[in-house]
């Protein structure tokens, strides 16, 4: 397993632009999560896809959130108008068919909006 | 909703052992984990307890009383690694999924 892996590390952007994140899971993990982890917190779920399906979204999942995994492997997570609030660590976490109880983590996404 | 508590510090000595209390209250319970996140990283899987007692996993421990909606983490011969981030967090059932509801985290800082 070469592990979960998330692009870019860091990203900067201004309010109003618009910003994807990518999450590669382990392969063949079917489940994928989305949190988000402000400094001092603990990570806050947001979303969550087994395969290609979405299966729940948090409420802190505003309209200006979208998430997607087409092909049930990667997913892309979307802000569009983006806020000074939206700034946090975005990380993402896949689990294997046959061990649903471990989650494993990748090493996120800094989002910083001036 | 979801309520998980942890004290924000705790310091220790290298070598010693320290206990990591995390209380929660949550509509439904599924299990609880503990997760290791050093600054700037990925949390890391720990363990996980979904039934009465003690798991033990060479120098960690955790606890869980469904009963009392209580777990800790028990470290033992501290090193100078384990400085870190603990999270409790707390898996509810619903919708068949398996998000995973955080406490705030404990900051561990384990000195010489």
């Known amino acids: 397993d070469t592990g979960v892996s998330q692009n870019p590390r860091h990203k900067i952007t201004k309010r109003g632009q618009n910003v994807t994140f990518r999450c590669d899971p382990i392969s063949e993990h079917n489940r994928l999560y989305w949190y988000r982890q402000t400094l001092g917190q603990g990570p806050e779920f947001l979303t969550y896809?087994?395969?290609?399906?979405?299966?729940?979204k948090s409420r802190l999942l505003s309209d200006r959130f979208s998430a997607e995994r087409p092909k049930g492997s990667f997913s892309t997570l979307e802000i569009q108008r983006t806020e000074q609030g939206d700034s946090a660590m975005y990380l993402c976490a896949s689990s294997p068919r046959d061990r649903v109880n471990e989650q494993y983590f990748g090493p996120g996404t800094r989002l910083t909006v001036t | 909703g979801q309520n998980i508590d942890q004290p924000t510090e705790m310091t220790a000595t290298e070598g010693a052992i320290v206990q990591i209390n995390c209380t929660y209250q949550t509509s439904g319970f599924n299990g609880l984990f503990w997760y290791q996140q050093h600054a700037g990283e990925a949390p890391t899987f720990l363990s996980y307890n979904v039934l009465d007692g003690l798991e033990e996993k060479g120098r960690f421990s955790s606890f869980l009383s469904r009963s009392k909606g209580y777990s800790y983490l028990l470290l033992k011969e501290l090193q100078m690694k384990d400085s870190a981030s603990y999270l409790c967090a707390v898996r509810s059932p619903a919708n068949n999924d398996y998000k995973l509801s955080f406490g705030a985290g404990t900051t561990v800082t384990v000195r010489a």
């Open positions: 896809f087994q395969n290609e399906a979405q299966l729940e």
